[in-house]
Each structure stands twice: as C-alpha cells, then as structure tokens.
C-alpha cells in the first residue's frame, strides 16, 4: 500500500503549487498573530500600541510635525504625565490617566508624505509589523480615503487626522472610520451668512478650484451655499494641483464681471494663489461699485503664515483656533504652550482630541475591540474638548460642533495672531441629513474586527 | 485685444525666470558637457538667500513688556530688530523692508562658492561619465540640497515681501486708453523682467566683449585646440559654473517676492527650464532665452479659461507638447547648432 493515495502527476503538483502559491501571496496582515485572538493586534502584554500616520516628508510637513507634537502630548496626557490637558476638562471621566484600559500607551509613527500609496504603505507596516491596534493623523483627504479603506480592511480603527472633503464622510465612509474635522459642506454653512451680512446678496463669484476631490467638495459646497443667498457664480475654474504661478488665472478673473474670487485652494496652492491676486491688485479694484473681495474657505494658521500680509481681512473658516476661550481650548493650550513655546495649530487639535476621544471610547466600551469601539463613539455626546457639544454621528461617523468663521487680522500681536474669530457658527447650522445630496453613495457597512 | 495683451506680459514674466534657469543650463551643457538637474536648487538656494538675508537683518533682541500678556499669560516679549537699534526705527525699518534687493548682492559671493563647491566637489568626477550618469548624480544632489533646506527652513512656504515701494500694479489698460483695472500687472513683476533683461544682457556682454568670454566661445567651439595653445580651460569652465549658478540664484532671489519660497521651488521650474533649453537648442545661449520667453507665453496663453474650455488639460501639457514637435521637425531646438542632437 502506498502512502501517496493520489499519484503524483503533473496537474497535482500545479494545484498544490497554486495553493501554495496564493497562501504566500495573501498579504500577512489576513494572516498575522491576530487571527489567533478576538480581534487585531489584541493588546496582551502590559502596553498597547498607537499608530500616528502624519506627514514627515512633503509639503504638509511643518503640518504633521504639529499633529505628532500633539500626539505625544495626548500620550503623556493619557499615560498620566503633564499637567493632563484637555483631560481635565473632557465631560467623559473614563480616562483615569493611567493609560487605557490600564495599559500604558506606546507609540509607532509613520511618514504620509501626503501620498496615498506612501500612506497606506506605512500605516500596513504600523498594522502588520508594530501591531498598531488604531491608526490616527493625515493632512489630506486622499490619504484620510486611502487610509480610512485600508484600516477597514485590516480591521483596525481610523481616526483621520486633517480631512476637509465631503466625501471621507460621504461617499468614502467606512464603519471603522471616524472623523472629528469638519467639512466643505460645513464651511460653505457657516460662511455664507457671515459673507452676506459684510458684503450683501447680490455678488458675483469667480471660483478657482484646485484639481482635485477636495478641491471639488469645497467648490460644490461654497458655490450652494452661497447661490442660495442669492450669489450668482459666474465662473468656476480648475488650477492643476502643481500649479506655482496663478497669475493666468487670475488675469481673466480682471476681465470677468466678477466682484468676489473663491480660491477654493489649501496649502502650497492657497498661499501662491492667494499672494499672486494680491499683488495683481483685486483687492484694490471696484466691480459692480463694489470693492472686489476674496474668499478662502478653509484657512489653517500654518497656511495663513505663508502668505504673510495678503491674508489680512479675507474670510475664511477653521475648525478651532487657539484663541478660543473655553475651559478645554485653553487646557489645551496652556498644555501644549508650555511643553512647545508657541500655540497649537487646528492640525494639532483635532489629532490630540482624536487620540483622547479613541482611547476614551476603548474605556467605556471596556476593550479595544474595533466592534466595541465602535459602538462606543456612533451617537456619542460630549464636551470639553474646544468646540462646545459634539455629536459623534452614529449614521456616517461625522462629528458635529460648531465651525469658526475667521478673517485675517489687521493688526497681528504676534508671529500667531493671524487670524480672528468673526463668528462661531453654531452646530445646528451646519448640521444636514445623512442623505445630503452632498454626501451621497457609499455605505459605512459592518465594523470589522479584523479576526 | 486685452485678454491676449495680459497673457503676453504674464508670459513675460515667466519667461524670465525659465530664460534665466536656462541659460545657466545651457552655459553648465555648452561648456563643460554636462546636462546639470541640479540647477533648479541653485535657483531654490538663491530664492532662500533672500530669506536668510531677511531674517538677518530682522535678528533682533528681547525686551520684557509687564503690560502686555502672551499666549501663555506670561509677560509678552517684544523683538526689535538689532538693525532698528542701530539706525534708529524708520531706517531700520527700510533696511528690513529692503531686504530682497540688498540679496542681490548678499547671493552673489553665495551662489558663486555653492557653484565652485559643487563642481569641484562631485561633478568633475562625473565629465567623462555617459550623460545618464551625470543626470542621476545631479538629480540625486538636488534632492539632498533640497532636503537640507527644509531641514534648516520647514516645508511651508516663507513670505518675502519686495519693498513697499513696489506694492501695487501698474495700469496698463488706463495708460493706453482703455478701461482702467482690465489690464493690470504688478509692479515687481515688472521689475522682475527688467531685471532679467540687464542680466542676459550682462551675460552676453561678458562672453561678447572680454577676453574671458572669448576663450570660453572658443572652448565651447573647439575644446582641444584651445587646450593646445596652453589655455588652462578646465579653470575657465569652472568660473562659468560659478557664473552659471550665480545667474539662476540671482533668478531666486529676485523671485521670491513674486511666489513664497518653499524647498521645492527648483523642482517645479526645473523639468520646465530643461524643456525651454531643448526647444531653444542645447548649446545655444540665445536659443534658451527665445525659448524661455516664448514657452513663458505659450503657458500662459493656455491657461486662459476659453482655451481650457476648448481643449482641457492643455494648459498642463502645452510645453510637452511644444517640445515633442520641436524634437520630430528639427531635433537640434530652435538655434541649436547643427549636428546637436541630431544623428
């Protein structure tokens, strides 16, 4: 009797040579340690491990070197150092300061490079190699997407970082995604009542768009926003996302009949654009026997320093800014001042509460599994953090509070005094439904546990 | 009528600065046969030689105001500039507010020793080396002087501003009879124009009418022979790779009013100023300031929104495109000479 039931034949060894084959080609996070546990990269020694995904390298560098300084405070915070922060001031006391879940906090970072393939490259390598149990940070709405839909995959929760686009809540959604920023829909909410009470209801805009799903959100959104008012938009223009120089496309807007430009723009794009229709002299020419006006919907402090002077009296919004003076705004401050010497930027706010909101959650929910955590943020309440009561939506895992409008100081006091706050819009005004045309396509689907 | 006339003094501009970065380009080529990626960082160095000069001269000492708070709530303390102390206020300040223009002359001992080190110091090793070398350790040199930048100055882009005097724009429109505020176009921008007209200018004079530049054509047409006749022409080549880098940092330096700085300033005018130089003719210093301004115009004219409504995408291809006809109807540019880069 033979041991080799089946001869060996040519077709055999192929089958067995495919299998073979695709059980070495199944990426190792389907195959890790995880499997053996409840979940992915289930904690079991004496520490757990965080996973912040910034941009190291790239143009959005300066950017993520503010989110990892917030980061490592939050870690202090949460591991009981420091003075504790915004800690002191969040309504949930879950969070004891003896890390979570009475786990110290550890950490691995990653370099974004504000690329997507880079992005998902180094938060696979956190997931895989450090055993990451939740990825945070990003200064991009590509790499929050890209990001978002890997961590869904690999089972893991995605607290994105600096994400703006309708869509890494809309169409892009992902159960073990969630995001505390606001959004374009947001911001075109919150500024269209402020652009009409300075500058009327009969105006005319020129939209110039960066190339891209961002740029297009924001467009879409300041453009509703204020076509509702009564606006007319008489051009919207797309600029290549490497675009240095704007001046040929901000030459027609001279000749247009145009009375507002939009520079529906960020980073590297919103100071050169910015800059070059300053000096071409729009603010400075009459249209309609109007003074012409510029707009930028989403203004970062960072940015704002870029394009110095020119920024002065133009309209934006932001998420939070350091001189807000609520309890939390000015823990978080003072914290972050002390340890830094120079205020935090709205990057790092939103990635220190999005560090303290994870591990709160894993708290109450009392594990790190992803499904727990889960459950533990959809519809959660809260306060203390910066922008009064948030809502973490349970429907697309959007956070609602309140949206600052700013404008560029006349007089800055100091190298950060940039800008000012004209109005915190109240979260009820920038609140739409889940099914916001906006926002549509897509499914948040399961949570996935990874295991 | 406008709208063309606007595209054309945009053009200019632009123009200006790929003419410039060329030049150097085709002078690095012409002389020394050596095809330079590193030479949009110099144009990147230039332009952050302004920003040191500026923070130099706002380098200021600390004084405690009890008056006023911080951030923190902490006494705040106010900076006055060394420079302001010295000269009084309102001097002090225009020196400051000076501050690009006085880099000029601040960039020119810099540039120059930047070219030196960087010939001397690598690209020698690299003359005999197929091109495909040279392109690979250029490229990889500017990514490391770029790296090195951001290291010391951050990623984000720093604003210096040109002086006051030049703030606003000229009407074109109004100066030929037209409605005012159509044609528009800020002073500096002018400035940089002219600016870079005295220097192409300055630098075929130099070639032209010295007996330095004499040697160098004459190198550049027949190496060997002036070799035989006892000129030390490797050491001339060498100060045109000073001059080379010294023209495209000039080219940064009057720029940075124009786009904030940022380390990646070089690279994005780089693969552009290669293209100006290969439609000019490789080797040829007239044919890459023609070049230069004529791609200058070219982009500009297909960044006008009835042109991107017509054909999309075109204002991101056009050069390419420009250069991928040039190199099928006559491979040698514009005023190459013949033979270049053809078989």
């Known amino acids: 009797m033979s041991l080799i039931r089946k001869p060996l034949n040519r077709r055999s060894i192929l089958r067995a040579g495919a299998l073979g084959g695709s059980a070495l080609a199944m990426p190792t996070i389907f195959t890790s340690r995880a499997w053996s546990a409840g979940y992915l990269n289930e904690p079991t020694g004496a520490t757990v491990t965080l996973g912040f995904n910034v941009p190291q390298t790239g143009p959005y560098a300066d950017e993520g070197a503010d989110e990892l300084r917030a980061y490592q405070l939050a870690v202090e915070h949460l591991n009981g150092e420091g003075d504790g922060g915004m800690l002191n001031t969040f309504s949930s006391k879950a969070l004891k300061g003896n890390g979570i879940l009475g786990k110290k906090v550890e950490y691995v970072t990653g370099d974004t490079q504000t690329k997507s393939d880079a992005a998902r490259a180094s938060a696979k390598s956190m997931i895989e190699k450090d055993g990451a149990i939740m990825i945070t940070g990003g200064s991009s709405s590509g790499v929050a997407v890209a990001v978002q839909a890997l961590c869904q995959e690999a089972g893991v929760i995605f607290m994105a970082g600096l994400t703006h686009s309708n869509d890494t809540t809309g169409k892009d959604k992902k159960a073990n995604g969630f995001r505390h920023f606001f959004n374009s829909y947001m911001s075109g909410a919150a500024l269209a009542p402020v652009l009409k009470n300075a500058y009327g209801d009969d105006r005319k805009a020129y939209h110039l768009t960066a190339d891209y799903n961002w740029g297009y959100t924001t467009e879409q959104a300041v453009r509703e926003s204020t076509e509702s008012l009564g606006w007319e938009t008489v051009e919207t223009v797309k600029t290549p996302l490497a675009a240095t120089d704007f001046s040929a496309y901000i030459t027609p807007v001279l000749q247009s009949d145009a009375d507002v430009l939009v520079l529906n723009h960020y980073g590297g794009n919103m100071v050169n654009s910015l800059t070059n229709a300053v000096q071409f002299g729009l603010r400075d020419k009459q249209v309609n026997g109007k003074n012409f006006e510029i707009i930028v919907p989403l203004y970062s402090r960072l940015m704002a320093k870029g394009a110095g002077e020119n920024v002065k009296g133009i309209f934006g919004s932001t998420n939070w800014h350091w001189s807000l003076q609520d309890e939390g705004s000015k823990a978080f401050v003072q914290s972050f001042g002390q340890k830094y010497g120079f205020p935090p930027s709205q990057a790092a706010h939103t990635t220190y509460v999005q560090a303290l909101l994870y591990a709160d959650a894993c708290e109450r929910a009392g594990t790190f599994n992803p499904c727990g955590v889960v459950e533990a943020l959809e519809g959660f309440e809260f306060d203390g953090l910066g922008n009064g009561k948030t809502l973490y939506r349970a429907e697309d895992h959007q956070c609602f509070k309140d949206v600052l409008v700013v404008k560029g100081k006349e007089n800055p006091s100091s190298a950060f005094d940039l800008l000012e706050i004209v109005e915190v819009t109240p979260a009820a005004q920038v609140t739409y439904p889940p099914d916001h045309p906006q926002f549509a396509g897509g499914a948040l689907g399961t949570c996935n546990p990874g295991a | 009528m406008d709208a063309i006339l606007l595209q054309i003094l945009n053009g200019l501009d632009k123009g200006s600065a790929y003419a410039l970065i060329a030049l150097g380009l085709t002078l690095i080529f012409g002389t020394l046969g050596v095809v330079n990626f590193a030479h949009g960082a110099l144009f990147m160095i230039g332009a952050f030689c302004a920003v040191t000069l500026s923070r130099l001269l706002s380098l200021s000492f600390v004084t405690i105001d009890e008056t006023q708070k911080d951030?923190?709530?902490?006494?705040?303390?106010?900076?006055?500039?060394?420079?302001?102390?010295?000269?009084?206020?309102?001097?002090?300040?225009?020196?400051?507010?000076?501050?690009?223009?006085?880099?000029?002359?601040?960039?020119?001992?810099?540039?120059?020793?930047?070219?030196?080190?960087?010939?001397?110091?690598?690209?020698?090793?690299?003359?005999?080396?197929?091109?495909?070398?040279?392109?690979?350790?250029?490229?990889?040199?500017?990514?490391?002087?770029?790296?090195?930048?951001?290291?010391?100055?951050?990623?984000?882009?720093?604003?210096?501003?040109?002086?006051?005097?030049?703030?606003?724009?000229?009407?074109?429109?109004?100066?030929?009879?037209?409605?005012?505020?159509?044609?528009?176009?800020?002073?500096?921008?002018?400035?940089?124009?002219?600016?870079?007209?005295?220097?192409?200018?300055?630098?075929?004079?130099?070639?032209?009418?010295?007996?330095?530049?004499?040697?160098?054509?004459?190198?550049?047409?027949?190496?060997?022979?002036?070799?035989?006749?006892?000129?030390?022409?490797?050491?001339?080549?060498?100060?045109?790779?000073?001059?080379?880098?010294?023209?495209?940092?000039?080219?940064?330096?009057?720029?940075?009013?124009?786009?904030?700085?940022?380390?990646?300033?070089?690279?994005?005018?780089?693969?552009?100023?290669?293209?100006?130089?290969?439609?000019?003719?490789?080797?040829?210093?007239?044919?890459?300031?023609?070049?230069?301004?004529?791609?200058?115009?070219?982009?500009?004219?297909?960044?006008?929104?009835?042109?991107?409504?017509?054909?999309?995408?075109?204002?991101?291809?056009?050069?390419?495109?420009?250069?991928?006809?040039?190199?099928?109807?006559?491979?040698?540019?514009?005023?190459?000479?013949?033979?270049?880069?053809?078989?």
């Open chain 2, 71 to 343: 951030f923190l709530g902490n006494p705040l303390k106010v900076e006055t500039p060394y420079v302001e102390a010295w000269f009084g206020p309102e001097t002090g300040a225009a020196i400051i507010d000076w501050s690009v223009p006085l880099a000029i002359l601040f960039s020119i001992p810099i540039m120059a020793l930047v070219g030196l080190l960087m010939e001397r110091g690598l690209i020698k090793y690299f003359y005999k080396r197929p091109h495909a070398d040279q392109i690979l350790v250029t490229f990889g040199l500017a990514i490391v002087l770029q790296e090195i930048i951001k290291y010391f100055f951050g990623a984000n882009p720093i604003p210096t501003p040109a002086p006051d005097v030049f703030a606003g724009s000229l009407d074109f429109g109004a100066m030929l009879g037209m409605d005012p505020n159509i044609i528009i176009y800020p002073y500096w921008r002018i400035v940089y124009f002219l600016f870079a007209a005295v220097i192409i200018g300055a630098v075929f004079a130099f070639l032209q009418f010295t007996t330095f530049g004499m040697v160098v054509r004459a190198g550049m047409a027949d190496r060997s022979t002036v070799g035989l006749l006892g000129i030390n022409i490797d050491k001339r080549f060498t100060v045109m790779f000073a001059l080379a880098a010294v023209v495209a940092g000039l080219a940064g330096v009057m720029y940075a009013p124009i786009n904030s700085p940022n380390y990646h300033m070089g690279m994005d005018f780089l693969v552009l100023s290669f293209v100006v130089v290969v439609v000019g003719g490789m080797g040829s210093l007239p044919g890459a300031v023609l070049a230069g301004f004529l791609l200058g115009i070219l982009e500009s004219f297909a960044s006008m929104a009835q042109v991107v409504a017509l054909l999309p995408g075109i204002n991101q291809i056009i050069i390419y495109l420009v250069a991928i006809v040039i190199l099928l109807t006559r491979p040698r540019g514009l005023m190459g000479r013949k033979g270049v880069m053809e078989s």
